[in-house]
């Protein structure tokens, strides 16, 4: 522990705070990604949609070995704080960054920055907002217009993303997600010092795919409802299930 | 005045080991009471500001860069010389004295050049030790290349960019000793002056480059390794900065001046372009193992040199030497350049160039293989003259690039003040007439790592430290000459630039005291010094204070000392009267254009001795003694 | 050719700068950077003019002393190239030229063009060394090194520490000068003993020195002169890592048992 604060006060322990934590979240949107997928699964036999079946899961898992809800709540915990570590540092390293060059050249030129490179801040700063926004809207059921039913997922969802409003937001924070992925997920390897010639096809090939594959896979379930594509949500859904996907 | 150089008795093998073991001593409980300042941070002021902190002197090492690590050690290319042997053919630390002393047409002293070989080896160690990436071969052993003037290969080579590497690695043992706090480093201080106390060196003057401020350093003793002066042509392969202000205030405070006129044009630099042109760009000599030198047969061939079939090409190196070929030493190789070049069959736009051409090697050896050797080197000139000499032949012309003559010194390195001692290009030592390409950076450092260190100690022991402040009255004048010097450069205000005025004295010398010389050439050239500095004392401009960056101030200084000097290199150009490596004097050659050596007369060492303003240089000979390689005719043609 | 020229002017560390506007004619295409730069001075200076301050000094390429940011980018518009080899034959006639100094909190300007880099020094200086004497070494061929790692090892040492790396970095950030100097000694035997220390003396000093968090943008591989492979950071990211995480602080104190 020591020795993971004396490294937390230098600038290279912070960033591979950032790429640690940024490697926890980014395990985070993958599952998340593949759990959403469920939506395109259907109904089980008892006519109860796969994904409502799933967040169920999500927290009975580990039972009864663990109380319900347990493994959840750690997952919960480990995110905030993985996500509470990654802003909080990211914004003492910009600091630093501004204080280390607070003049710009007259018409400063890119040699081969990406842009998603450049746009990590705009990106993350996009994304927290949403974060903020998306537990409101389907974690607390604060946000929409549409009776919000906690446990009913695919109505939820259904209900929600007929809204063109909502699908427009959801599918722009999917593409700041796309782009701060493109460059983050090579980048944290690059900090953790695992990069190296020979493994750099492979670690930038997984942030590219990483990126187009989790744009789509998140993108899709908005515009496929929107676009009137999923069936609606069988009546008499379920009761005992009580919280939304987080 | 004292020109006892001081060899120890003794076969020459056993000098250097007989005197190590008889000289004095300083205790490690004494050394850190004395002070030394190392003017100069390449590779020997470097190394020998590293070595000698590393013992316990207490050192302020300065430099007018801003970083020790710019020094031009740094843009040496080829490689450094050792007689390891490794390939085993033939190598000794006793064949490389005798390439060494017979490259240099037999004026170096003997002893000095069997050290030199003898502290080579130790140089690679060093190196190694400190994390000089030498190119190795396949099996891991260091790899060597070959290099003019000699039939065996020695030379060790990082790259493109040996003099780099090895100056890294002094630099990170300076950095060492800074970091230890044995080492004050002051960077952007240029030395002005030097100060004797009661005929004891005991300091300099510097002026900080960016607040202008002129303060004094005091010591038991001053090293300089300040290098050399070849930007008294203006256009050199030198860096910019390069000057010989710090040698030539040492002279004007006593040290005498030895064989100033001793300078190497380099055969391969790449040919001037116009009058913008600020310094020339050198071509390692490595890329003489693989091009071949040729001119076309016929003057006015208009053809693209590609098209130019091998029967109209004439190979002019290897017909005239055919034993050494495009190895021949530099000052011969520079010799033939100018020859073809003045006989109406120079290449290029100015018609003072020949070719080096790559297509044999490439054709022989296959692209790749080239490439391996010389990819940088080919990049480089591509940059400059946006031709690719991997399909068309290089063109090249020597310029001046490393000076053999510098300040006098003894066995020990002293000079003729007691207590300065002069290391690397800075002194006259070990070249002779003419240096052997890689010999400079094994003599930098050989003077760096081994040389001084111990040498010093002989001087040190017998002079007790005693603390003379820098506020002492002694420093004071001379600060106070120093500060009237720049006012006068200041009060000037005329309206010629410091770079027109040097490229007007620049271009006499290379004309008159350059790759050839004769009697008329060096009357001449001593008839307009002094009235190129009687322009420069009436039209110079320097904008500007002295109380800040000023290079325009900078510049002048160093230019009003060339002048000077370069009246002394003329006379001391035209008072010999012989041709002897890179000394060509028209009047003495043999029948086929050889330098031709005046043994009996100037087998010796000239050494000038300041005598004041109004009086002229006063002359003292130290003659050389030729016992481990008996005197013979320079010969690279069989 | 004729340039128009807008250099950055500041009198010294502590006065604030501003642009000033040449118009340069007469440039040649076999002038270099500097010499252009070098004729415009002559001009000033025969005009009573203080010239425009820059450094420069083996004008090979090689000292790393010459700098300037031109038309936005450290070293100019062409790649792996210093300055002083840039040559004027890629600009074109009328083009506007800028021309900034380094530009980062860690070099503060000293007048016009020049900057003070004495920051790398320091980073040098807080480990860059194999500790020795010059005293008898072992012979160097009793550790064989295996040419690719001597030659990787090159790679890195070939870093003339310029600074363009800390110009171009928008964050400035000067890890790719600190890294190559590095990994030149980690990579290399005779930089094992003191590797992990070296690096983490070598990371903290560019830390106090103010340079900024590196974000992998990789403008500073971009950008630099000898094109020295943002790999080296990553290697001593690991370095640092293990030196700071892993690697034994304690190797002799006495242990209990329990």
């Given amino acids: 522990m020591q020795r993971l604060t004396a490294l937390y006060q230098t600038t290279l322990g912070k960033k591979a705070v950032v790429a640690v934590t940024g490697l926890i979240l980014y395990g985070f949107v993958v599952g998340h990604m593949l759990g959403n997928l469920k939506v395109f699964t259907g109904n089980d036999a008892a006519g109860e949609p796969h994904i409502d079946i799933y967040a169920h899961f999500l927290r009975t898992m580990g039972e009864p070995m663990v109380p319900y809800s347990f493994l959840l709540w750690v997952a919960r915990i480990i995110l905030i704080a993985a996500l509470v570590l990654h802003v909080y540092t990211v914004v003492l390293l910009s600091r630093r960054n501004h204080a280390a060059r607070h003049e710009n050249y007259a018409d400063p030129r890119y040699s081969q920055a990406s842009a998603p490179a450049r746009w990590m801040m705009v990106s993350g700063v996009l994304l927290l907002a949403f974060i903020v926004f998306h537990l409101l809207q389907f974690t607390f059921g604060k946000i929409g217009g549409a009776p919000f039913v906690e446990g009913a997922v695919y109505a939820n969802l259904y209900h929600a ?24 997920v090579w980048s944290l390897f690059q900090t953790l010092g695992l990069d190296n010639p020979d493994r750099n096809r492979i670690f930038r090939l997984l942030a590219t795919l990483s990126s187009v594959g989790l744009f789509v896979g998140f993108a899709s379930v908005p515009l496929l409802f929107f676009l009137g594509l999923m069936p609606s949500p069988p009546t008499g859904e379920a009761v005992h299930l009580t919280e939304g996907v987080m | 005045m004292d020109f006892n150089a001081k060899i120890p008795d003794g076969p020459i093998e056993d000098k250097w080991t007989g005197h190590l073991e008889s000289i004095r001593l300083v205790g490690p409980r004494n050394r850190p009471k004395y002070k030394i300042i190392v003017v100069g941070s390449g590779l020997s002021g470097g190394a020998t500001a590293a070595s000698l902190a590393a013992m316990g002197y207490k050192v302020n090492c300065f430099c007018f860069q801003d970083s020790p690590r710019r020094a031009h050690s740094i843009a040496a290319q080829g490689g450094i010389n050792a007689a390891k042997n490794y390939r085993n053919d033939g190598d000794s630390v006793f064949r490389l004295f005798m390439d060494t002393q017979k490259g240099g047409d037999y004026r170096a002293r003997e002893a000095n050049v069997y050290r030199l070989a003898q502290c080579s080896t130790g140089i690679i160690d060093q190196a190694v030790a400190q994390g000089v990436p030498f190119a190795r071969e396949y099996g891991g052993m260091l790899a060597n290349r070959s290099f003019g003037g000699v039939l065996v290969q020695r030379t060790f080579y990082c790259r493109g960019e040996t003099g780099q590497q090895l100056l890294l690695g002094a630099n990170s043992s300076l950095a060492e000793q800074i970091r230890n706090g044995g080492v004050k480093m002051h960077t952007r201080s240029e030395m002005m002056d030097l100060v004797v106390v009661d005929g004891r060196t005991r300091g300099i003057v510097y002026r900080d480059l960016v607040t202008g401020e002129v303060r004094s350093e005091s010591a038991d003793a001053v090293v300089l390794a300040t290098g050399g002066y070849c930007n008294v042509y203006f256009l050199s392969t030198n860096a910019k900065g390069c000057n010989v202000t710090a040698i030539w205030r040492a002279y004007k405070r006593g040290a005498a001046m030895a064989n100033p006129n001793f300078v190497q044009i380099h055969p391969t630099c790449i040919p001037a372009s116009g009058d913008h042109q600020a310094k020339l760009t050198l071509m390692s000599e490595s890329l003489r193992n693989d091009g071949r030198i040729w001119v076309p047969k016929n003057q006015d061939d208009q053809r693209k040199p590609s098209d130019i079939p091998e029967e109209d090409r004439y190979y002019y190196l290897e017909e005239r030497y055919p034993r050494f070929g495009n190895l021949v030493p530099r000052d011969v190789a520079a010799r033939n350049a100018k020859d073809v070049c003045d006989s109406g069959m120079g290449v290029g736009s100015t018609g003072y160039g020949v070719y080096l051409d790559f297509c044999d090697a490439i054709h022989e050896q296959g692209e790749k293989a080239v490439n391996a050797k010389y990819a940088n080197l080919f990049e480089m000139y591509e940059r400059i003259t946006s031709d690719d000499p991997r399909h068309t032949p290089m063109r090249i012309y020597p310029a001046p690039h490393y000076t053999m003559g510098g300040l006098w010194v003894d066995y020990n390195l002293m000079t003729t003040i007691p207590g300065l001692f002069a290391v690397g290009e800075a002194n006259f030592s070990d070249h002779g007439a003419n240096r052997l390409g890689a010999s400079s950076l094994m003599q930098c450092l050989a003077d760096g790592y081994f040389v001084l260190p111990a040498t010093i100690g002989d001087y040190l022991s017998r002079h007790p430290s005693a603390e003379i402040s820098a506020d002492d009255q002694h420093f004071k004048a001379v600060e106070h000459e120093v500060r009237d010097r720049l006012l006068k450069l200041m009060s000037i205000k005329g309206n010629r630039s410091a770079s027109s005025l040097h490229r007007q004295l620049g271009k006499l010398m290379i004309d008159h005291c350059g790759i050839s010389r004769n009697q008329q050439g060096l009357e001449e050239a001593l008839r307009k010094i002094p009235q190129m500095k009687e322009e420069f004392g009436s039209q110079l401009s320097v904008p500007g204070s002295d109380d800040q960056v000023n290079q325009a101030l900078e510049h002048a200084g160093r230019l009003s000392d060339f002048y000077d000097f370069a009246e002394l290199m003329c006379r001391d150009a035209l008072h010999r009267d012989e041709s002897c490596g890179c000394h060509f004097r028209e009047e003495h050659q ?49 | 050719m004729k340039l128009h020229l807008r250099i950055w002017r500041q009198k010294d560390g502590s006065s604030p700068g501003q642009f000033g506007e040449y118009d340069l004619d007469g440039v040649r295409d076999e002038m270099s950077f500097l010499e252009m730069l070098d004729v415009l001075n002559e001009q000033l200076i025969d005009g009573g003019e203080e010239p425009v301050a820059f450094d420069s000094d083996c004008r090979e390429g090689v000292c790393g002393m010459c700098s300037l940011v031109i038309n936005g980018k450290a070293h100019g518009p ?40 004495s920051a790398f020094d320091r980073i040098m200086q807080a480990g860059g060394y194999v500790t020795l004497h010059s005293g008898p070494k072992p012979e160097p061929n009793s550790i064989p090194i295996e040419p690719e790692v001597a030659e990787q090892a090159l790679d890195a040492a070939t870093c003339i520490g310029c600074g363009a790396c800390v110009a171009a970095c928008p964050n400035g950030s000067a890890m790719l000068y600190t890294a190559a100097k590095v990994s030149h000694l980690g990579l290399l035997p005779q930089g094992q003993p003191e590797r992990y220390g070296r690096v983490k003396k070598m990371v903290d000093q560019m830390d106090q020195e103010g340079f900024g968090a590196c974000r992998n943008y990789a403008e500073c591989e971009a950008q630099c002169p000898k094109e020295i492979s943002i790999n080296f950071i990553s290697q001593m990211n690991r370095d640092y890592l293990k030196a700071t995480l892993s690697e034994p602080v304690d190797r002799r104190s006495k242990m209990s048992s329990q």
Wanted: aromatic share 14%.
């Fill in chain 1, 161 to 184: 993303f007929h809204q063109w409003f909502f699908v427009g937001l959801y599918v722009i924070a999917m593409a700041a997600l796309a782009l701060h992925v493109n460059h983050g």
């Fill in chain 2, 590 to 638: 043999t029948a086929e254009g050889e330098a031709l050596r005046n043994d009996e007369k100037f087998a010796n060492v000239s050494a000038w001795q300041y005598r004041g303003e109004d009086n002229e240089a006063e002359l003292y000979q130290e003659s050389l003694e030729f016992e481990a390689a008996p005197l013979a005719q320079r010969n690279y043609k069989t």
């Fill in chain 3, 78 to 117: 062409l790649a792996g190239t210093t300055t002083c080899q840039l040559y004027m034959r890629h600009f074109n006639e009328g083009d506007v030229v800028t021309i900034e100094p380094w530009r980062s909190s860690a070099f503060p300007v000293l007048r016009d063009l020049i900057v003070d880099r």
